[in-house]
Structures are given as C-alpha cells and as structure tokens.
C-alpha cells in the first residue's frame, strides 16, 4: 500500500521523530520544512530587515485576505470569501454577533448537546449580549427537524464531531437549516484539510476553523472564518477594530467597515504566526483534498480493521463505519482509555484522550505510511496484553490530555 501511495514524497516534508508514529495531528499537525523557510524569511527578511516599512514592503496587511484565499480552495470557497484571523472561539463569536442581527425576530440559537465546550461557551455568551432575548438550546443533533420552527435564527454545529469523528451531511443539514428560515455556521476545527467540503455547492452561511489541526500552522495558529458573498458587506463586525475600518489611518472616531472580508478583521495580524501558516499550506499545491480523502479513508479502514482483528471485543470503535459519516479520525471507547493512551505515549504511540472514555486517533494522509498504521495496531496489542496501562503514574492527569 506504501508502495502505491502517490502522496508518500510529502512525509519527508514533515519532522516527525524517528521509531514514533502520530496520530494527533488533529490536534496539532507537525512542522513543515516550509514552515521553517518562511518563518525564518519573515523574521530575518521583513522584520529583521525591513522593519516597520514591512507593512507595507512585504504586504503584512494583506496577509489576512491573501491566506484566506490559500485555504479557500480547501473548503470550497471563492477568492474573497475567507479570512484568515483570530483564533477559532473568537472568529465563532464574531459570527453569532453578525448573524444575529439578521433574524431580529427569532430568539433561539441551536447547537449540539455533544458539541465541543468552546463553541458552547462562546455560542450562549454571544447570545446572552445580543441586546434582546435569545436563548441557546443545546439538542440532540439527530433530532434537530424537532426543533426547527419560525422562532430559530442560527444552528450552529461543528461539522466533524471532535470526540466521534462523525462528519455531519452539511449540504443537507444547511439545507434542512434555510428551509425553515434560518442561519447555518457550521465549525470547520477538524474538517479543514481533513475532508472535501464544498461550502459554495451546500449554500452554507458562515464557518470557520483552525489553523492549527489539519492545517499544520502552528500551536495556537490563526484561525479562518468564511462569509458567503452573498452576506458580505450585510453583516456587522460586532467587535470592531481600526484594521477593519474602511481608511484605518485617517485615524476617524466613527466606525466604517471595510468591503468585504476586511470588515472582520478587528486588531494587528500576528504576522510571525502567520508566516509560519503560510509556509504550512505550501503543501496544498502539490496535492489536492480529493487525494487526500481517498487515503484518509484507507488509512482509517486499516487501523479499525486491524483493530478488530487483533483486539476483538477490547474497544467500541465509536466512528462510523460508513464512509460518507466518517471524519479523518478514530475513535476508540474503553473505559481506561486515559490509561491507555499514556501508555501508549510511552510506547511511540502519540493519540489523545477525550473524556470520558474516548481514545482519539488522527490519521493524516501527508505523513503518515499504512505501515505506521500497521505498528500502531501492535503497540496497542502490546499495551492491552501487558496492561501496563494500569500503571499507577498515569492515575493523575495531565493538564493537556
Ligand atoms: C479545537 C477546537 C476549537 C478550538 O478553539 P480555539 O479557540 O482555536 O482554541 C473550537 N471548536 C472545536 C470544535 C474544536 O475542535
């Protein structure tokens, strides 16, 4: 399988360490060589150099708009149509705020009971100061055609489950969505780079995701938001700033918007964060989200195949067997999955635990071989037959799991 991989020349872009294979680079890819290059260019060239006339000399403003338009292909976008700012929660914020203004006379925001607690934090904050009475109701999903009616301004959900790895029908989801008269946002955190969406054919409203995950940017990389065309120039910013003024250096104390996607910027770009995400979507040129998805999906058959070859009856495996429902991860139920997952950690085996008995799994077509896969099933064998899980060092939690 190795063999005929047509994406195997991408591995040796990354830095992977020797005898360990990753499988959470849905939760912070590796670094690109790139990245390297282009951080190094920024801080040697445009800032060490250049200084403040990098600004304008290197174009430093445009970067926003001009990497919104590296990932817009990725998720089906047009030129135009993202931004690349802020992290994730901040960007979900923004797009409440802006959206509903839109449904003045609808007082319930939906989301997912099994969503991720950022968006639910920042969703019910938002709604809280929405300057009328909105309520966010948190719902089972599957059952969301129960709660559509005239009273819904926005669902909002994340379109790959984090825990599960479910990817959701967004075509039919946002469609379900409008027919009722409402917003969809959909939340890109583990979608982006990860499976082929097509935000211009499913009519979606808004999104945004990380640059962090999938995207390989960076620990704490900017996020991208996407606003549909059709929206642009309609919606208020509700957290304005002077880089997404219209003349910012005219130094004015009223407030006008920028035209299109500028309007969303609020303050300074992180330019050296960007930088390092800029060189990271270097690799989107030489492959493309079809390629990736079709050995995504072998790699994922592989690993829970094998899974249930060789520890039968151990785990639940959570993600979905279908295809079409499954994201780029797998998720594995056993309830001494954190246990489990440490020692793996020690054995080379880098997943993740998600409370409170998921055992996570990214599999990331760039770098990762099937033989990878292969090893990480036996390494797992091994753990489950020896129990070192058990292990008293791994009764207390780390901070970050
Ligand atoms: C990772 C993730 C986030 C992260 O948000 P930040 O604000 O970038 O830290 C938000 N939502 C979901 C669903 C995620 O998986």
Redesign the pocket.
């Known amino acids: 399988m190795d063999e005929a991989d047509v994406l195997a020349p991408l591995r040796q872009e990354f830095t992977l360490n020797d005898g360990e294979i990753y499988l959470d680079g849905n939760s912070l890819g590796p670094v690109s060589t790139s990245v390297r290059r282009r951080v190094r260019e920024v801080i040697d060239d445009e800032w060490g150099r250049g200084l403040v006339r990098s600004w304008n000399d290197a174009g430093w403003m445009g970067e926003p708009t001009r990497l919104g338009d590296r990932i817009a292909p990725l998720i089906g976008a047009q030129p135009g149509e993202v931004l690349v700012a802020d992290?994730?929660?901040?960007l979900i914020a923004k797009l409440i705020g802006a959206a509903l203004e839109h449904r003045p006379d609808r007082h319930v925001v939906l989301t997912d009971a099994a969503?991720?607690h950022?968006?639910i934090y920042i969703i019910e904050a938002m709604c809280e100061r929405a300057g009328r009475p909105v309520t966010m109701k948190t719902i089972d999903r599957d059952r969301l055609e129960e709660y559509l009616n005239d009273d819904v301004a926005l669902v909002e959900l994340?379109q790959v489950d984090?825990r599960t790895g479910e990817s959701l029908d967004m075509a039919g989801i946002t469609e379900q969505v409008h027919a009722a008269g409402a917003l969809m946002l959909w939340?890109f955190?583990?979608s982006a780079g990860a499976v082929p969406l097509d935000v211009t054919g499913a009519d979606v409203d808004f999104a945004a995701g990380?640059g962090?995950?999938y995207l390989n940017g960076g620990p704490g990389a900017p996020?991208f938001l996407y606003v549909r065309k059709s929206w642009q120039g309609q919606l208020r910013n509700p957290l304005p700033g002077w880089l997404g003024h219209a003349r910012p250096f005219d130094f004015e104390l009223t407030y006008e918007p920028a035209d299109g996607m500028q309007a969303f910027v609020t303050s300074s770009p992180s330019i050296v964060a960007l930088a390092a995400l800029d060189g990271a979507l270097d690799i989107w040129d030489r492959t493309s989200m079809d390629q990736v998805r079709v050995k995504s999906l072998a790699l994922t058959d592989l690993f829970i195949g094998l899974a249930e070859e060789r520890l039968p009856g151990i785990f639940e495996v959570v993600t979905p067997l279908d295809h079409a429902r499954r994201g780029s991860q797998v998720a594995l139920r056993h309830p001494e999955g954190y246990g489990i997952i440490q020692a793996l950690i020690e054995n080379g085996v880098i997943g993740d635990f998600r409370a409170p008995d998921i055992c996570r799994f990214g599999f990331t077509p760039l770098y990762l071989r099937f033989v990878d896969v292969f090893d990480a099933v036996e390494r797992i064998s091994g753990v489950m037959a020896t129990e070192s899980f058990r292990d008293d060092r791994f009764a207390v939690h780390n901070a970050v799991t």
């Open positions: 992290t994730l929660t901040f969503n991720f950022s968006d994340t984090y939340d955190a583990h990380c962090y995950k996020a």
